[in-house]
Every structure is written in structure tokens, then in C-alpha cells.
């Protein structure tokens, strides 16, 4: 059995909800990309082994939608991605 060695959590009006236990950082990144496409929002990503929170960013649109909103080159794409 692999180790589930990054926990990721959902802030939800100032509480982290526990979303699962993920076996590595690319994979957690991953997860939050897709978890994000059903429920944009701020997620955390949570290193059991160092006890401290690795990665935190807000996903305010999904892939899907950014690909179709931002078509115009002058706007800003800060608004649309993953704060990483």
C-alpha cells in the first residue's frame, strides 16, 4: 500500500475541510485542478511529513471555462488561474 503523504482541505468560510489524502505533490496539484472544475474555490495542500501546509491557491474558474472566457490577449489571466 502507497503512503498518503499530502492531505488536501477545501477553506470554506474561514474552515479547512478535509477533501482526501493524495500519495504525492504532482498528484495533489492534479486534484486540485480537477477537484476546482466542480467547485471553484481556495484549497490547501497539507504535508504529513513536514506538519505544514506546502501549497495553498484559489482556482476561481475551471480549465474548461478559462479556455472559453479568455479569449481576449489584453485581458488579465491573473484573475483565472491557479495561485500556486
Same mark, same amino acid.
Do not use: C, H
Given at each position: 500500500?502507497?503512503?498518503?503523504? =499530502?492531505? @488536501?482541505?477545501?477553506?470554506?468560510?474561514?474552515?479547512? @475541510?478535509?477533501?482526501?489524502?493524495?500519495?504525492?505533490?504532482?498528484? !495533489?496539484?492534479?486534484?486540485? #485542478?480537477?477537484?476546482?472544475?466542480?467547485?471553484?474555490?481556495? =484549497?490547501?495542500?497539507?504535508?504529513?511529513?513536514?506538519?505544514?501546509?506546502? &501549497?495553498?491557491?484559489?482556482?476561481?474558474?475551471?480549465? !474548461?471555462?478559462?479556455?472559453?472566457?479568455?479569449?481576449?490577449?489584453? &485581458?488579465?489571466? &491573473?484573475?483565472?488561474?491557479? #495561485?500556486?
Amino acid at each position: 500500500m502507497v503512503a498518503q503523504e =499530502y492531505d @488536501i482541505f477545501r477553506r470554506d468560510a474561514g474552515t479547512e @475541510i478535509w477533501v482526501e489524502a493524495v500519495r504525492d505533490f504532482e498528484t !495533489a496539484k492534479t486534484r486540485v #485542478l480537477e477537484l476546482a472544475a466542480e467547485a471553484p474555490g481556495q =484549497y490547501l495542500v497539507f504535508s504529513q511529513r513536514s506538519g505544514r501546509v506546502v &501549497s495553498s491557491g484559489t482556482v476561481l474558474a475551471s480549465p !474548461a471555462a478559462r479556455t472559453t472566457e479568455n479569449k481576449d490577449p489584453e &485581458s488579465s489571466e &491573473s484573475e483565472q488561474e491557479t #495561485l500556486w
